[in-house]
């Protein structure tokens, strides 16, 4: 089953998930989360593959960086690292509860080239901006039932010859199979699902296609993976 576009605003917009969340639990809840929280741990290293991912994309100082599904900006601080203060960062989230978060960090650290936009991904309108160096999507596509137009919009705002980055969850295929289910447990309260982790294994296809792949990688036994690519 595949959240509806509605379930995953309510999920982000009304009550943020576990990892966001800040309300007191029962035991019983705490138990759990923390359960799933070593199946995760134990699976996969997200910080490391999203800076395997930055730097992949082959990041310049002055670059103009497009994010999607900023959420809580997680990335900002690796790519302002790599684009310095000429360059400029556009994150965009549906969530203004998490882009309260990212705000806040934003303003914490004293970062004035970041810009954020509260927009719907999949209606994201690139015309009238001047094109970007580079759009990344991690950990966003998989729970949008309609990814192929967000991933339009992303590769649409940036230039020819650009870098385009995406890591997220996916449905591995053989023996590894098995974990496929235990994945979308896992990640069902932050909107994960088997149809959505094959929607991600489309996409790279579908990136592999029509980009030129430059760099890409697996972690937990093949359920996530990264690609990074250029524009034609």
Avoid at 57 to 84: K, M, N
Avoid at 148 to 173: K, W
Avoid at 179 to 192: E, F, H, I, M, Q
Wanted: proline share 5%; aromatic share 10%; glycine share 10%.
């Amino acid at each position: 089953m595949h959240p509806s576009a509605a379930n995953v605003k309510q999920l982000y917009g009304e009550t943020l998930p576990p990892a966001y969340d800040d309300r007191p639990l029962s035991f019983p809840h705490r138990v759990l989360r923390a359960a799933k929280m070593v199946v995760g741990n134990r699976l996969y290293d997200f910080h490391t593959q999203a800076i395997r991912a930055i730097e992949a994309a082959g990041l310049a100082r002055g670059d103009r960086v497009l994010v999607f599904c900023c959420g809580t900006g997680r990335e900002f601080a690796a790519i302002r690292e790599r684009i310095g203060a000429e360059g400029s960062i556009l994150g965009v989230d549906f969530s203004a509860a998490m882009l309260a978060r990212a705000r806040y960090s934003i303003e914490r650290e004293g970062w004035t080239n970041i810009t954020l936009l509260e927009a719907d991904v999949t209606e994201f309108e690139s015309a009238g901006r001047a094109p970007f160096d580079v759009g990344f999507c991690t950990l966003g596509m998989s729970i949008i039932p309609d990814w192929a137009a967000a991933f339009d919009g992303l590769l649409s705002a940036v230039r020819p010859g650009g870098g385009v980055v995406v890591g997220d969850l996916q449905l591995t295929t053989g023996v590894r199979a098995l974990l496929n289910p235990l994945v979308s447990w896992w990640t069902r309260p932050y909107g994960g699902s088997l149809r959505g982790h094959a929607n991600t294994r489309e996409l790279f296809a579908r990136m592999e296609r029509e980009l030129d792949v430059v760099a890409t990688g697996e972690d937990g036994h093949g359920t996530y993976r990264f690609c990074a690519a250029r524009k034609p």
